[in-house]
């Protein structure tokens, strides 16, 4: 039997100088998307589903109700803006 020699145990140095580094505040209070589409209808065309409007995607061809009284066009304007095909969702 002989004896394990317990080699180099190395402790962790303390840390030292703290790494104190001002960071800048991220002031992160606006919406990162912004309404870049103008106009919803510019990404997406109105066509009428038994009577009911709806609207359909230029891009990928969703098709959303947008009533303008009962749906409005919020649903359809987030999905224009967050389209994957929408070559302008990316840039704004
Ligand atoms: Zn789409």
Redesign the pocket.
């Known amino acids: 039997m002989s004896e394990i020699p317990v080699a180099g145990r190395q402790q962790p140095s303390a840390g030292r100088g703290k790494s104190k580094q001002a960071q800048p505040e991220v002031v992160d209070k606006l919406p990162r998307k912004r309404a870049c589409t103008s106009s919803v209808w510019e ?2 065309t109105k066509f009428d589903l038994n009577g009911y409007s709806c609207a359909r ?6 098709t959303y109700k947008a009533h303008p009284k009962k749906n409005g066009t919020t649903s359809l304007r987030n ?2 803006e967050s ?4 070559p302008l969702s990316d840039s704004c």
Do not use: P, S, T
Not at 57 to 62: D, E, L, T, W
Not at 83 to 86: F, G, L, P, S, Y
């Open positions: 990404h997406a995607c230029n891009y990928c061809g969703a999905h224009i389209c994957a095909k929408n």
